[in-house]
């Protein structure tokens, strides 16, 4: 890895498929980095074990999550890619900060309480604690900048917090991680029926997934909510044809955009030509993506060997962030 360059440290869950929302919320970030920074990129495989997956999906599921990310663009020679599970070291000091992490505060973390009200019938220790771990993934690289979403901005101060409460007990170890994304705006895909964003595990005819086939993406396309259109020159934008329009923006040709913006704002649109136009330009978008995922996943030993390269350089890094750790709480006695 390059010396002299900031640290960043992100993890992609390894349950579900990938979809349009995460490559241009998450991935098209991760693509910048990369050139930018030393990246370490895991997939968070402990972290699914909250909600007890099937023994036999889980491979198959890093595998699948790792071969999208790479055909969407993550270079396994510009960063380190690695399963959290083969660093050791992220559960030693996932212990250690669980002694400097209160009950209290776990507890009132709104993605806890939502996890409980949604399975009440499995609260375990992993789900309350999942912001310990999360601290232990990042600040295992001692990593200063972490690409996050709305969602998990209380999550990273808190690991701020543990950092913190960590430097202050024993001796400075830890950076206070923020959170970083390229400029201010992250982009928020909307889903296809116009409520709320796309998601991996809800409303899938209004996601479009990465792993679509070129039916599914102009079918999902077509059934977009849309109105009768505007009945005069210069109506403004219902919300939901925004989002279309949003949706064009991302994939289609600014002249298309441009060409169906003016036959809007002359109230001449036909929706139905739109989505026929948007359909197309996604496919074209997704199936390159979609393809080269299919032929990496069907290798399992570049996957393997992609994964044992990234935990060596990972160890490394996390060694001598735990030996630091170790000697500055007194746990060596040789």
Known sequence: MATGKEIVVSGIRSTGYLHLGNYFGAIRNFLRMQEDFNCYF????WHSLTTHPDPKDLRGNVYR??????????DPEKCVLYAQSDLPEIAELYLLLNMLAYMGELEKVPTFKDKVRLNP??????LLTYPVLMSADILIHRAVKVPVGKDQEQHLEMCRHYAQRFNSRYGELFPEPVAFNYGDNLVK????????????SENEMSTLY????????RKKVMKAKTDSGPTEPGTPMPDYIENLFLLMKLVSAPDTVKFFEGAYNGASIRYGDMKKQMGEDMVNFIAPIREKAKSIQEDSAYLQKVLKEGAEKARESANKTIREARKLIGIHYY
């Open 42 to 45: 895991f997939v968070a495989d």
């Open 65 to 74: 999550v790792l071969a999208e990310n790479i055909a969407s663009g993550l």
């Open 121 to 126: 019938n499995n609260v375990n220790a992993g």
């Open 189 to 200: 895909i909307p889903s296809l029926d116009g409520s709320g964003k796309m998601s991996k």
């Open 210 to 217: 990465l792993a679509d086939s070129d039916d599914q993406i």
